[in-house]
T-cell receptor, first 113, second 115 residues
Framework: AQSVTQLDSQVPVFEEAPVELRCNYS??????LFWYVQYPNQGLQLLLK??????LVESINGFEAEFNKSQTSFHLRKPSVHISDTAEYFC???????????FGQGTRLTINP | EPEVTQTPSHQVTQMGQEVILRCVPI?????FYWYRQILGQKVEFLVS????????KSEIFDDQFSVERPDGSNFTLKIRSTKLEDSAMYFC?????????????FGPGTRLTVL
């Protein structure tokens, strides 16, 4: 079975500061990795995903995540955050060939001016 | 931009009552999913549905749960006899197909409160 751990339930940062949201996973088989974001009163939206190829993946709004197989991690980073990045961020894995996503607990990112 | 919609946004019910949560997936999608998130806990997979059949389900999805696509647009989750522990946010999702190259699009959720 797969599992996902997001060690930080809340991360407060100042605007324009860098941020890293941590995600570690456990799986005995190959998985695909995802980051979803949930803005207030909205559904989960896919932020970025790693399926294969380059281990560094980027989103259109400046976030990036790096797949590290040896450390079984998929941390999310942004060099400079904006107020609009305030949201809850969920890391998820999906076993190759399976349909279900397995989620972490979520990390609430709050941006202080 | 097409989106998944869910109704109601909040449902309050008495323990033992039946509830039906409704979802309208994106129109050309073929795979449909239900997930739930109990307050303070992880988002958990319940069931996936394709071609009018359940294609995968979790241990949570026991006999009190059922899913249905009653017409060409709606996808419903029925809980026959609600329990206090069914209180959660329920998310519907849909995807074009099951491959990981096609993402699952999520609705905003229905918050179910069982009293």
């Amino acid at each position: 079975a797969q599992s996902v751990t997001q060690l930080d339930s809340q991360v407060p940062v100042f605007e324009e500061a860098p941020v890293e949201l941590r995600c570690n996973y456990s799986s005995s088989v190959s998985v695909y990795l995802f980051w979803y974001v949930q803005y207030p009163n909205q559904g989960l939206q896919l932020l970025l995903k790693y399926l294969s190829g380059s281990t560094l993946v980027e989103s259109i709004n400046g976030f990036e995540a790096e797949f590290n197989k040896s450390q079984t991690s998929f941390h999310l980073r942004k060099p400079s955050v904006h107020i609009s990045d305030t949201a809850e961020y969920f890391c998820a894995v999906r076993k190759q060939g399976a349909q279900k996503l397995v989620f972490g607990q979520g990390t609430r990112l709050t941006i202080n001016p | 931009e097409p989106e998944v919609t869910q109704t109601p946004s909040h449902q309050v019910t008495q323990m033992g009552q039946e509830v039906i949560l409704r979802c309208v997936p994106i129109s050309n999608h073929l795979y449909f999913y239900w997930y739930r998130q109990i307050l303070g806990q992880k988002v958990e997979f319940l069931v996936s549905f394709y071609n009018n059949e359940i294609s995968e389900k979790s241990e949570i999805f026991d006999d009190q749960f059922s899913v249905e696509r009653p017409d060409g647009s709606n996808f419903t989750l029925k809980i026959r006899s609600t329990k206090l522990e069914d209180s959660a946010m329920y998310f519907c999702a849909s995807s074009l197909d099951w491959s990981s190259y096609n993402e699952q699009f999520f609705g905003p959720g229905t918050r179910l409160t069982v009293l």
